[in-house]
């Protein structure tokens, strides 16, 4: 199994500052989801531009530190704030994250994302459990000894379970991935549709595939924080990612501790 050599250098100064070999659970929140951060206990915050080899986060929404602790007695090692293609990073080191929860051996990865709505059916504040990905455009490199296959079928099933379990209502779908920065025009988004596509994004799909490929047991859940282009006319803006976040953040929180508990 290949990794990056930045990856031991990175968890080596992550142990020195104090984290374990082993952490039990790690998430990757998505555009305007940092408040889960909240719900860890007796945390260690360490923003990334302290740690060697990161890359920084440019985007609105993302706070740009790695939030380590406790919750319902696991370790938890949450990113608060991710790395897009389309911020000039390749997309080698846009699944850094995954990487580094592979090389601390954790049990389960959680990555969420704010999504726009591609499904007539989905309403803003839904969440969504990715079954699927639709790719456009993405291409990893690095060497890969073995075949693997991504199959998410199987877990978005206990996921649902889970959900429904501490009572929270979740969609599922298929998530089309777009490399960005910029939204879709109506035309792209009826051809999405076409595709089979649920909700659309800009994140996620490089990170399970690098799951996927590694073999990190990770599943997906997408916030759908706006209808995409043409589903209404609305105009388009990042401030309805943070009101959609705001309303659901209770929702997802005790979704996420659900599955880390239960996963």
């Known amino acids: 199994m290949y990794l990056p050599d930045y990856i031991a250098n990175i968890k080596a100064f992550l142990?020195?500052?104090g984290l374990p070999d082993h952490i039990d659970s790690s998430v990757i929140l998505g555009s305007g989801l940092g408040d889960f951060g909240n719900e860890i206990e007796h945390t260690l915050t360490i923003p990334y531009s302290t740690i060697p080899d990161f890359p920084q986060s440019t985007?609105?929404?993302?706070?740009?530190?790695?939030?380590?602790?406790?919750i319902e007695g696991n370790t938890v090692l949450a990113f608060s704030g991710r790395f897009h293609f389309y911020e000039g990073h390749p997309f080698e080191r846009t699944v850094l994250p995954v990487q580094l929860a592979k090389a601390f051996t954790v049990n389960k990865l959680i990555i969420s994302n704010a999504a726009g709505g591609i499904n007539l059916d989905f309403r803003v504040g839904d969440l969504m459990v990715i079954e699927d990905i639709i790719r456009k455009n993405m291409m990893l490199s690095g060497p890969a000894p073995e075949p693997w296959k991504l199959d998410l079928y199987p877990i978005a099933d206990r996921v649902q379970e889970i959900a429904a379990s501490v009572g929270v209502e979740t969609k599922r779908g298929a998530y089309l991935y777009v490399k960005g920065p910029n939204y879709e025009t109506k035309a792209e988004i009826h051809t999405f549709r076409k595709l089979g596509g649920d909700a659309v994004?800009?994140?996620?799909a490089p990170e399970l595939m690098e799951a996927?490929?590694?073999?990190?047991?990770?599943?997906?859940?997408?916030?759908?924080?706006?209808?995409?282009?043409?589903v209404t006319d609305q105009k388009l803006d990042h401030a309805e990612v943070k009101e959609?976040?705001?309303?659901k953040k209770n929702e997802f929180a005790k979704l996420v501790k659900g599955l880390i508990e239960e996963l």
């Open 15 to 17: 142990i020195e500052k």
């Open 59 to 70: 985007v609105e929404g993302h706070s740009g530190s790695l939030i380590f602790g406790l």
């Open 201 to 204: 994004g800009m994140s996620t």
């Open 212 to 230: 996927a490929r590694i073999g990190v047991k990770a599943t997906a859940i997408s916030l759908i924080t706006n209808a995409a282009a043409g």
């Open 244 to 247: 959609a976040a705001e309303m």
